[in-house]
């Protein structure tokens, strides 16, 4: 008898071992999905320091919304977006974040703007099994994911790299045009120290000393410190962690110096509004990018179609912004499509580690993930600024 109850304390000890793995499991909410409507989320910043991003991302998720369910949903299911404002301030993007899945919620959060917002507001929605997909930051924190951390296999990014660009781009700088003292000015914050990352590691690779390194605080307007400084350290290459504004502060002050230096920018730096609004100041900017910036009078079949339509919804001319809001849709909507018409939340992350590549309309290298890589893609273009125009200079880098 004793050894019969000693083998089946074995047999239970055995069996509970086996479901150790199970405890560990990552939790996905099903919250958000009905038979008619999946509601999901996404904090943008519409009222503050980049509401140049935050407004017209938001403007190409509200049309990918309305062409998905204008063709009768996925699977007969509308979505139903939740669109709040953080105003690029941490505290308002976890208020924000915390008001969706506790009154809306939400499935997802899709494309949340903002690497310091993000970052805050992320955890909470790990914890109630929310799935965070394709955010607008491309900070490593959105895609690295430690498996011993089972929820934070609910991170997925589709957005280019900022270490990684920044390290393809300026390899091919510093190879093509045979620079010496290259110099670096970033943004004082996650964002700029993924810069700061990718700078500095190329430049140990290729075992060249950095020339300088400066930076500056988030919404700072005066660089005259910061670019005094590079031009007194002799730098002959630029690298900017900036966004539209600094990047537009700092080549003006270069110019008001007389300072004739090569500039590259991060990938935030390729938009539509840095020539728009920096004009002549800005001509020669180089810059780290994922896509070619479709132009109506040159743009042809759908992509001519998409900006005709964006600009008829929106009275504006569409911009990289609004194709990466567009993207961060039309790419949920793929990975919701293959999960089928029984839908739950691990299906959808099922679907999403799959491996199955996703297409967008723009000519972007595919979207593809898997159970142990959740970013998307790292191939990296330069493009500059010639005629006021953004300009492909060379594709397909890496490093």
């Known amino acids: ?21 199970a405890a560990a499991q990552t939790k996905v909410t099903n919250e ?8 999901i989320g996404t904090h943008q910043d519409l009222s503050g320091p980049i509401k140049v991003w935050g407004v017209p ?51 997802a959060m899709i494309g949340p703007m903002g690497s310091p917002t993000v970052l805050a507001a992320q955890d909470i929605l790990f914890d109630a099994g929310v799935l965070q997909l394709f955010p607008l930051t491309a900070a490593e924190f959105t ?22 660009s920044t390290r393809a781009a300026l390899k091919y700088m510093m190879e093509a045009k045979n620079f010496k003292k290259p110099c670096l000015m970033h943004q004082d914050d996650e964002y700029g120290k993924s810069v700061l990352d990718g700078f500095t590691q190329q430049l140990d690779v290729m075992k060249v000393p950095a020339a300088s390194v400066t ?4 919404g700072a307007s005066d660089f005259s410190a910061q670019v005094a400084k590079m031009k007194s350290d002799g730098c002959d290459l630029v690298m900017l962690g900036t966004v539209i504004r600094e990047t537009i502060g700092a080549m003006g002050e270069a110019k008001k110096l007389g300072w004739d230096v090569t500039f590259l920018g991060a990938s935030p730096t390729n938009v539509l509004e840095v020539p728009a609004l920096g004009k002549e100041t800005v001509e020669g900017l180089y810059a780290a990018a ?54 739950t939340g691990q299906k959808v992350l099922d679907s999403l580690e799959s491996g199955d590549p996703f297409q967008d309309i ?24 010639k005629n006021g125009r953004w300009v492909l200079m060379k594709d397909s880098l890496s490093f």
Do not use: C
């Open 57 to 107: 991302v938001s403007n190409g998720m509200k049309m990918a919304v309305e062409e998905i369910n204008a063709a009768g949903g996925i699977n007969g299911r509308k979505l139903r977006m939740i669109l709040e404002d953080n105003g690029y301030d941490p505290k308002r993007a976890v208020l924000a974040s915390q008001k969706m899945i506790e009154r809306d919620k939400i499935f």
């Open 143 to 164: 895609f690295k994911f430690d498996p011993a951390k089972p929820q934070e296999r609910l991170k997925f990014n589709n957005i280019l790299p900022y270490v990684e």
């Open 290 to 343: 994922a896509f070619e910036i479709p132009y109506e009078d040159t743009a042809k079949g759908k992509v001519k179609d998409w900006l005709v339509n964006y600009k008829k919804m929106f009275g504006a001319d569409a911009n990289t912004q609004a194709i990466i809001g567009y993207n961060a849709i039309t790419t949920f909507a793929h990975y919701v499509n293959k999960a089928g018409k029984d839908l």
């Open 1 to 21: 008898m004793a050894k019969s109850y000693r083998a089946l304390g074995l047999a239970v000890g055995a069996l509970a071992l086996t479901h150790l793995p």
């Open 215 to 218: 930076s500056f605080k988030r």
């Open 32 to 39: 958000g999905i009905s038979a008619t409507e999946i509601v």
């Open 362 to 385: 723009f000519a972007s290298p595919p979207t593809k993930f898997s159970k142990t890589n959740h970013l998307a893609s790292t191939v990296t273009q330069v493009q500059q600024i």
